[in-house]
C-alpha cells in the first residue's frame, strides 16, 4: 500500500499564518478604501449640488469647504489599493471643477463685497438727506456719497449672479444722484437770489429815505421780489424770502394805495 499525507513542520506553519495575516490585511484595507471612497465620493457630490443650490456668496464659500472636505477624504485612501487607484482619476477631476469654482466664488465674494460697501454708502447718503433742507455744501457731499456707491456698483461684471441686483441698484442710485445735485443747484440758485434781494432792499431803504419818487420806488420793489420768487421751495434761503416777499409786497400795496 502507498499513502501520501501532509505535514507541516513549524516554520511552514508559521509562514502559512502570516501569509493569511497578510491576506486578511489586505483584504482590510481594501474594504477601509472602498468605503473612504465611497464616503469621499458622496461628500463631494453633495457639496456639488449644495454649490448649485447656494443662494450667496457665503453660502457658496460653506459648499467649497464641504467639497474640499470630501477631497481629503479621497487623499486617505492608499494608493496600493483599487479604491486609491480609482480615487486618483476622480480626484484629477474633482480638482479642475474645485479651481473653476473656487475662482468664480472669488468674483462673487468680490461682487458681493462690493454691493455690500455700496449700499453701506447709499445709507449714509440717504441718511444724510433726511430733514432737508440743506446747504449747497451738505448737498455736495450727499451727491459724493452717492457716486461711491455707483462706482463700485459699476464694477459688478455682466457675468457675475449679483449683476441684475447690482443694476437694479445702480438706476435707483443714479436717480438719488441726480435728486442730490438738483436740490444742491437749487440751493445755491435760490441763496444767490436771496443775497441779491437783500441788497436791493438795502438799495431800496436808502432810496426811501432820500427820494420820495414813487415810481422809482415800485420799481425798486418789483425787482425785488422778481429776485425772491427765484428762491426756490425746500431751500436752506425759503423761509427768510418767504418773510421778505410780504414786505417788498405790502410796500408796493403802501405806494399804490397813497
Known amino acids: 500500500m502507498f499513502s501520501c499525507t501532509w505535514q507541516f513542520t513549524l516554520d511552514e ?12 490585511a489586505k483584504v482590510y484595507q481594501e474594504q477601509n478604501a472602498q ?24 453660502e457658496k464659500q460653506e459648499a467649497i469647504a464641504a467639497w474640499q472636505a470630501g477631497m481629503d477624504l479621497l487623499n486617505q485612501i492608499p494608493s496600493q489599493t483599487l ?3 480609482m480615487s486618483q482619476t476622480q480626484l484629477a477631476a ?22 455690500a460697501a455700496a ?20 448737498w455736495q457731499e450727499i451727491a459724493l456719497l452717492w457716486q461711491q456707491a455707483i462706482d463700485r456698483l459699476k464694477q459688478v461684471p455682466l457675468a457675475d449672479p449679483a449683476y441684475v441686483d447690482a443694476q437694479q441698484k445702480l438706476a ?25 434781494a437783500k441788497d436791493l432792499i438795502s438799495q431800496w431803504q436808502t432810496l426811501a429815505g432820500s427820494n420820495p419818487n414813487r415810481s422809482l420806488l415800485a420799481s425798486k420793489l418789483q425787482s425785488i421780489i422778481n429776485q425772491l420768487e427765484i428762491v426756490q421751495a425746500g431751500t436752506t434761503a425759503t ?7 410780504k414786505f417788498a409786497r405790502a410796500k408796493i400795496l403802501e405806494l399804490q394805495s397813497d
Open 172 to 196: 435707483q442710485y443714479q436717480q438719488n444722484l441726480g435728486v442730490a445735485r438738483t436740490r444742491r443747484q437749487a440751493e445755491i440758485e435760490s441763496v444767490r437770489a436771496l443775497r441779491r
Open 13 to 24: 506553519f508559521e509562514s502559512a499564518r502570516k501569509r493569511v495575516g497578510r491576506m486578511e
Open 83 to 85: 479604491a486609491g487607484r
Open 239 to 245: 423761509a427768510e424770502a418767504k418773510e421778505l416777499l
Open 119 to 138: 449700499k453701506q454708502f447709499g445709507w449714509t447718503a440717504a441718511n444724510a438727506a433726511q430733514n432737508p433742507p440743506h446747504t449747497a455744501a451738505q
Open 35 to 58: 468605503t473612504l471612497l465611497t464616503e469621499g465620493t458622496a461628500a463631494v457630490n453633495d457639496a456639488k449640488q449644495q454649490y448649485q443650490q447656494a443662494q450667496d456668496a457665503a
Open 94 to 115: 474633482y480638482r479642475r471643477d474645485i479651481e473653476q469654482v473656487s475662482s468664480q466664488a472669488t468674483a462673487s465674494q468680490r461682487s458681493y463685497s462690493l454691493i
